[in-house]
């Protein structure tokens, strides 16, 4: 299957700081299903682990990004639980099982990822697919930036069940999944030509939870794999 470009979460957009207790953003309108999307299953304590990890960062006003790495799942394969019980499918499925955190630089609004050879060969060895990603906004609310936007159109257009997960420590809500609308979001963002990093977009719904359609978060294992 292919994956996303990497170079595509070179810039990470703005992205917030999580608070103690996570509480989903969501944005204005209901939840956009564009089409028949597989379920992606998305491990309950990936956003309180990245936190952690993303702690020292966020203190410095800094972003951090990762990749949510997984497989697929056909109907009758099995997937183990945080207890070891394994849940076997009905249906194909996504499930995110590493977090990877690459090596990287950012600032206040932007995350650059560094090695991307690195990543690949490790993406390559253990036949992962790249699902979505995650970043860290230190101080902004919760929300995609036209940066996040573009970033994630890379993403979504190799994988129509790719996911951002903005992570915003400073804000009430202080997490959000989500993803293009397709149409009009992604088409529309895919054929903006603005060069300024920061720039607006139609008045159209451009993006929408993730959370509230196809992801499910479930108590399953994760891998945490950090390259820096």
């Not at 109907?75 to 394994?86: A, F, Q, T």
């Not at 902004?140 to 420590?169: N, R, W, Y």
């Not at 903006?192 to 959370?211: Q, S, V």
């Amino acid at each position: 299957m292919p994956r996303p470009p990497l170079s595509a979460i070179a810039a990470a957009g703005r992205i917030p700081i999580l608070g103690p207790k996570l509480s989903s953003a969501g944005t204005t309108g209901k939840y956009v299903q564009d089409r028949k999307l597989k379920a992606t299953v998305l491990p309950r304590e990936t956003l309180p682990r990245f936190l952690a990890i993303a702690k020292l960062n966020t203190s410095l006003n800094r972003e951090t990004c990762g990749l949510l790495l997984g497989k697929e799942l056909k109907p009758g394969e099995g997937s183990p639980n945080s207890r070891g019980r394994h849940r076997f499918s009905s249906k194909t499925e996504y499930v995110v099982t590493t977090l990877l955190i690459p090596k990287q630089h950012g600032t206040s609004d932007m995350c650059t990822m560094d090695g991307e050879e690195l990543v690949l060969s490790f993406t390559e060895e253990r036949s992962l697919i790249t699902l979505g990603w995650i970043h860290t906004h230190p101080s902004q609310s919760c929300f995609m930036s036209s940066v996040d936007l573009h970033t994630h159109s890379g993403f979504q257009k190799m994988l129509p069940e790719s996911i951002a997960v903005v992570c915003a420590p400073q804000s009430n809500p202080n997490f959000g999944i989500f993803r293009l609308t397709d149409p009009p979001g992604l088409p529309v963002i895919l054929n903006c030509r603005e060069k300024d990093a920061f720039h607006p977009h139609p008045d159209l719904p451009i993006y929408t939870d993730a959370d509230k359609g196809h992801v499910q978060m479930r108590d399953t294992p994760l891998e945490i794999i950090d390259l820096r």
